[in-house]
T-cell receptor, first 115, second 113 residues
């Protein structure tokens, strides 16, 4: 299994509070991704990173920010959590960017509940 | 943009074959992927197929690709209760490196004994 960990694995927070989720990899892969998974929507991309300090928006980036100061860590921040951000968040990594024979490997997920 | 469609549920009996279908709209994806998600877990890469192939077999798994109809299927032979999970079809936009995979909504496979 790819060396990907996510922390915390579960979190309950209140509306309006800031939340930071962490993804840590030991594979030295260049690309890292944050997805959210919701019933009826499958997985949707929030943000991704193609190198240290290099990030870009995905399909559902509003209300989220990311940072990548080291190859191994990719942080997802909800500046002011809302109930619509209750979801399961997955981090993924890939070596050269998706496509070709390269693919993405997923972390175990973080279940976030915003009350 | 790219759209990937899957049926939402499939129920089979243990020992039967399961066929999970997927259709997609963008033909630029060089590889097409199948992921499996067990309850409470992340997504696990199950198999993938190169777009110039019609079929790929890997033990109990057979992937069929009809590029003309943009249709992908995953067949699981001799389905076991341990195969109960959500199966996701995914494609990539090869025109942009680092682009995320586009996932279908997932097919929940339920295997009864």
């Amino acid at each position: 299994d790819a060396g990907i960990t996510q922390s915390p694995r579960h979190k309950v927070t209140e509306t309006g509070t800031p939340v930071t989720l962490r993804c840590h990899q030991t594979e030295n892969h260049r690309y890292m991704y944050w997805y959210r998974q919701d019933p009826g929507h499958g997985l949707r991309l929030i943000h991704y990173s193609y190198g240290v300090k290099d990030t870009d928006k995905g399909e559902v980036s509003d209300g989220y920010s990311v940072s990548r100061s080291k190859t191994e860590d990719f942080l997802l921040t909800l500046e002011s959590a809302t109930s619509s951000q209750t979801s399961v968040y997955f981090c993924a990594i890939s070596r050269e960017g998706t496509g070709g024979a390269d693919t993405q490997y997923f972390g175990p997920g973080t279940r976030l509940t915003v009350l | 943009g790219e759209d990937v469609e899957q049926s939402l549920f499939l129920s089979v009996r243990e020992g039967d074959s399961s066929v999970i279908n997927c259709t997609y709209t963008d033909s630029s994806s060089t590889y097409l992927y199948w992921y499996k998600q067990e309850p409470g877990a992340g997504l696990q890469l199950l198999t993938y197929i190169f777009s110039n192939m019609d079929m790929k077999q890997d033990q109990r798994l057979t992937v069929l690709l009809n590029k003309k109809d943009k249709h992908l299927s995953l067949r699981i032979a001799d389905t076991q209760t341990g195969d109960s999970a959500i199966y996701f079809c995914a494609v990539a936009n090869d025109n942009q490196a680092g682009t995320a995979l586009i996932f279908g909504k997932g097919t929940t496979l339920s295997v009864s004994s």
